[in-house]
């Protein structure tokens, strides 16, 4: 049986969030104690520094926040790499060798660089790291082999760039050197979580998530504001369920089903007031999320294990990404002085 190699990972721009964790990091832990499996999760500082390069100190002080997330949430270093990719030098190298094999109308085209261009509102000022990051995320997957890749429906467009890439670079080199990853999407509706507001996905830009790391008082005031019905004016008055933020949430993390959708017929009737619904959403995440902020208080009293298992973990993948790199510049012919 082959063995199962993942490369995941997250841009480190500030803390995660309730999103992240639906989206991935609850199903990283589950694949972590998968047989014949060996995960690497990369926290991508050189790509999050293509949008950020005016303010590095965010994204020095993000990286620590992300590592604390990750073992806070399960995340084991002695089962799972958990790197940095500015300290795999390996992956710049490759990357610059794959930028020969695609063209920027090709990177121009990719329908989530052009969704995230115009999000950013770089205009005329679009820094080339940005644009090419497809590349990067190419050499990263690459690098180590990876056979999946977990992603979202939106970065699904990435991946195709890095099958064409692998695609490309065997054919020319006529050799077998890169391995094709799979992408793996999440179950339909599954994978993104709404932000309290209802307006589009759960985001750091946008301020409208709850945090892994949010106190008892945060998380409930942030429950509180929570968008619901804006017709349901009345306790008496019908209340309607679909895209009500609190049923979506309730959905998802309530793990008694049966009383969410008694609570979903008596709101559509009426007789239910918003309070006490989002009261008991407030119960629910503070059961979820008081494990996970407890434990990332624990590891954030000792920094110096946290930097110590990035130091470590980025060293073990730099030894991966070295032999990787060195079969690419042999496929190419480059490896002028090897003995």
Do not use: C, W
């Not at 017929?265 to 008081?290: S, T």
């Not at 070295?322 to 480059?334: D, F, P, Q, R, W």
């Amino acid at each position: 049986m082959n063995k199962k190699i993942i490369l995941t990972g997250d841009r480190p721009t500030g803390k995660l969030h309730l999103g992240h964790y639906v989206g991935s990091l609850q199903n990283r832990v589950k694949l972590q104690e998968e047989e014949n499996t060996k995960m690497y999760i990369m926290i991508a500082d050189q790509q999050a520094l293509t949008d950020n390069a005016d303010n590095p100190q965010k994204i020095i002080e993000s990286v620590t926040e992300v590592a604390l997330d990750y073992l806070a949430i399960g995340i084991d270093p002695k089962k799972t790499t958990i790197f940095l990719q500015s300290q795999v030098p390996q992956l710049a190298e490759l990357t610059m060798y794959y930028m020969n094999l695609v063209s920027v109308a090709r990177l121009q085209r990719n329908p989530t660089v052009k969704q995230e261009l115009a999000t950013k509102n770089f205009g005329e000022s679009v820094p080339t790291g940005f644009l090419t990051y497809p590349i990067s995320q190419a050499a990263d997957i690459t690098a180590f082999g990876a056979t999946h890749v977990p992603v979202g429906e939106d970065q699904k467009p990435m991946l195709e760039q890095t099958r064409e890439i692998v695609r490309d670079f065997n054919r020319i080199y006529k050799k077998e050197v890169l391995t094709l990853p799979e992408i793996v999407l999440p179950p339909k509706n599954q994978g993104r979580l709404i932000g309290i507001d209802g307006n589009g996905k759960m985001s750091k830009s946008l301020n409208n998530g709850i945090y892994l790391s949010d106190s008892p008082e945060e998380i409930k005031a942030k429950i509180m504001k929570m968008y619901t019905d804006p017709n349901h004016i009345r306790v008496e008055d019908p209340g309607q369920v679909e895209g009500n933020v609190v049923f979506t949430y309730l959905d998802i993390f309530d793990p008694n089903k049966e009383e969410v959708e008694q609570l979903k017929e008596h709101y559509r009737r009426g007789g239910l007031g918003d309070v006490k619904l989002k009261l008991r959403l407030n119960d629910v995440m503070q059961d979820l999320l008081r494990p996970i902020r407890e434990r990332r208080e624990l590891f954030a009293k000792d920094l110096d294990f946290v930097y110590k298992m990035l130091e470590e973990g980025s060293k073990e993948a730099e030894k991966v990404a070295a032999k990787t790199l060195l079969e690419v510049k042999e496929a190419m012919g480059i490896n002028y002085f090897k003995k």
